[in-house]
């Protein structure tokens, strides 16, 4: 007889359970915003970056050249230049002045002047001086730019250097051993191409997912107890933990039914890199849905209307991206700043993102990143069962 | 017989205004507790205390010999139909009979059973918002009656909807009477006393009970003195 009560009481439960999480998702379903919000905010998200980023690596940095020596040697330097995979010579400017107004206006990121007697100097083995001029104001543009500069400036001059040798008697092998008496060889690893797209992408995309995310998990409990309807819910009597079980289960199926297609289209049609197994990429999105779900909730909890918690889920959504190192290093912020990073579930999933496109890591690697997941979790989720049982 | 609700000293505040000052009253088995009152006399604040919607203040209130406060189980036994509208507006209308259902731990055949009784076969593919107020209604008892409850609670149950609505829910009501169950119905037109066995008259925080005929003719006392006093009012505007 026990036995048969309690199955019975099993069947109630299930029934409860799949009825909230039904009309969870016919919630979502029959919002239409929040649906296109959902399903294609990410993807639409995806598209767009793959579109911005689809060239990989930065190239044909517009250049401006000033030849104040118009030798031969200075037209062969031209050509050196004009051959670097990142710069493309746009203009030939007449003077400096000219150059100026050319990189002022941002007709040209880069320029290369070649003073007078450049060619002469170089043949007297005498000291010559090539300025190269670099915009700052973008600093996409002024980071490759350096770099191309750097590595043309350091070929220059140990081609100089070379002839040089060479010039006052000693063997050709014998001055290019002495130039390369440190060889420097310089290896990408993870991603040796320094391809802009396999690290941005799908991060940038997922970026998109985690507020879209957010937007519906502040909806968890703001959504239900500002609605007339809660008059109904706490006269049937029903329990809020487990109402509240049910709504977030659907709701993280939902958040990881809405990554499924990002994932598939950035993986197998656009071939962004995700070396790590798949289980294990699994679960990681998995836990960080929970953990997300659970910000979601406290905003959810505090605010005292649907529009508020939105607001307070985009206040902690939209700056978290740019929180999280994952652009700019977590290290070099400000103390406070590193403190409330580590606080955002963002800032653990970008940073294992990372890892999980370049590094192949194991559940050992990944444990930082699964416990703070874990312990934001616990924590949000106490606070807003906190502030919900004081509030309703 | 053991009263089914037995209200002890209770009291509700609103910041620091009274709106239930120290209520005592006990309500049997099958019986239809009228409660009287003029608008935001606190009728809703009293009804929703007793369908566990809201807390309050200080007191004792005892449902099915269940204190509120500690048990919930009470709720099992209980239908609610609520002033505002208060079923799931994203939910179409055989939807909410069917939510509703699933988590009262009700028998799904109660669903075409009251659909039937209620006449709701035309609506139940509507989105509830756009019902009209007595499609809505109906709609509302279909749902409290689902778990065939003991207790009915209802907040201006037929108030300013069509006659058929009207006809339907007092029939629906008077069967639920005769079967046992005991209703509270909480209204602010004096006409529906003559539908409950016993009125509660809320006023100024405080309760006073009659008995139907009692409260009409106590409405109807107040009336007269009021129409006198215009009547006066007017006479002396008038000289």
């Known amino acids: ?392 | 017989m053991a009263p089914l609700i037995k209200v002890e000293d209770l009291k509700q505040t609103v910041g620091k205004q009274i709106i239930l000052n120290s209520l005592s009253f006990q309500i049997s088995s099958g019986e239809c507790l009228g409660l009287f009152g003029t608008r935001g006399v606190g009728k809703t604040t009293l009804l929703h205390i007793l369908a566990g919607v809201n807390r309050f203040k200080s007191g004792r209130v005892e449902i099915l010999g269940y204190d509120i406060e500690k048990n919930g189980a009470y709720k099992k036994q209980m239908g609610l139909i609520t002033q505002k509208p208060s079923l799931f507006k994203d939910l179409q209308a055989y939807e909410n009979l069917d939510f509703i259902a699933a988590l009262k731990g009700a028998d799904q055949h109660n669903i075409a059973d009251l659909v039937q009784r209620f006449v709701l076969h035309d609506i139940l593919r509507e989105p509830v918002n756009k019902l009209d107020a007595g499609v809505y209604q109906r709609l509302s008892m279909a749902c409290a009656l689902l778990n065939e409850p003991q207790i009915l609670i209802a907040d201006d149950l037929i108030n300013d909807i069509d006659p058929f609505s009207q006809s339907i829910i007092r029939r629906e009501l008077n069967s639920f009477l005769i079967s046992g169950g005991t209703c509270i119905w909480g209204f602010s037109r004096i006409e529906f006393c003559r539908c409950t066995s016993r009125v509660g008259w809320l006023e100024k925080g405080t309760l006073a009970f009659y008995t139907p005929q009692e409260a009409q003719a106590k409405w109807d006392r107040r009336w007269h003195h009021i129409a006198q006093q215009n009547e006066q009012q007017d006479g002396e505007d008038y000289a």
């Not at chain 1, 960080?288 to 959504?317: C, E």
């Not at chain 1, 994952?326 to 580590?342: D, N």
């Not at chain 1, 690697?365 to 069962?385: D, E, K, Q, R, W």
């Open chain 1, 1 to 392: 007889m026990p036995s048969k009560m309690s199955s019975k009481m099993v069947k109630t439960m299930l029934r409860q359970c799949l009825a909230i999480a039904r009309r969870e998702i016919l919630l979502i379903w029959r919002d239409k915003d929040l649906r296109y919000i959902l399903l294609l905010g990410p993807l639409v998200g995806l598209l767009l970056f793959y579109g911005i980023y689809s060239r990989q690596v930065l190239v044909e940095i517009p250049t401006a050249i000033v030849d104040l020596d118009r030798s031969q040697t200075s037209q062969e330097l031209i050509k050196n230049i004009g051959a670097a995979e990142n710069l493309r010579i746009t203009t030939f400017a007449e003077s400096y002045k000219e150059l100026e107004d050319l990189i002022a206006k941002g007709t040209v990121v880069t320029g290369i002047v070649i003073p007078e007697n450049y060619g002469r100097d170089l043949s007297l083995a005498r000291q010559t001086r090539l300025a190269m001029i670099i915009d700052g104001s973008n600093m996409i543009y002024a980071t490759n730019a350096t770099s191309t500069m750097l590595s043309i400036s350091r070929t220059l001059g140990a081609q100089a250097g070379i002839k040089t040798l060479i010039g006052r008697g000693i063997a050709p092998n014998q001055a290019q051993a002495a130039y390369q008496s440190v060889a420097c060889s310089e290896e990408a690893w993870f991603n040796p191409t320094l391809n802009y797209a396999y690290f941005v992408v799908l991060a940038l995309g997922l970026n998109m997912w985690q507020q879209c995310c957010t937007l519906v998990a502040c909806m968890t409990i703001a959504g239900e107890t500002c609605a007339a309807s809660w008059c109904q819910l706490k006269s049937l009597g029903i329990s809020r933990l487990k109402l509240f079980i049910s709504k977030s289960a659907t709701q993280i199926a939902a958040f990881i039914a809405a990554a499924l297609p990002v994932f598939f289209l950035a993986v197998m049609v656009f071939k962004l890199p995700l070396h790590c197994s798949l289980p294990l990429f699994f679960l990681f999105n998995l836990a960080f849905a929970v953990a997300l779900h659970s910000v979601g909730v406290l905003a959810s909890s505090i605010a005292r209307t649907p529009v508020n918690a939105a607001r307070f889920g985009m206040l902690i959504a939209l700056p978290s991206f740019l929180l999280s190192g994952y652009t700019y290093p977590l290290e070099s912020m400000p103390g406070l700043l590193q403190t409330a990073a580590q606080a955002l579930p963002q800032t653990w999933y970008f940073q294992g993102l990372n890892l999980l496109s370049f590094k192949n890591p194991d559940y050992a690697l990944m444990s930082p990143n699964f416990l703070a997941f874990l312990l934001i979790s616990a924590v949000c989720y106490a606070t807003s069962a906190i502030i919900v049982a004081k509030k309703t």
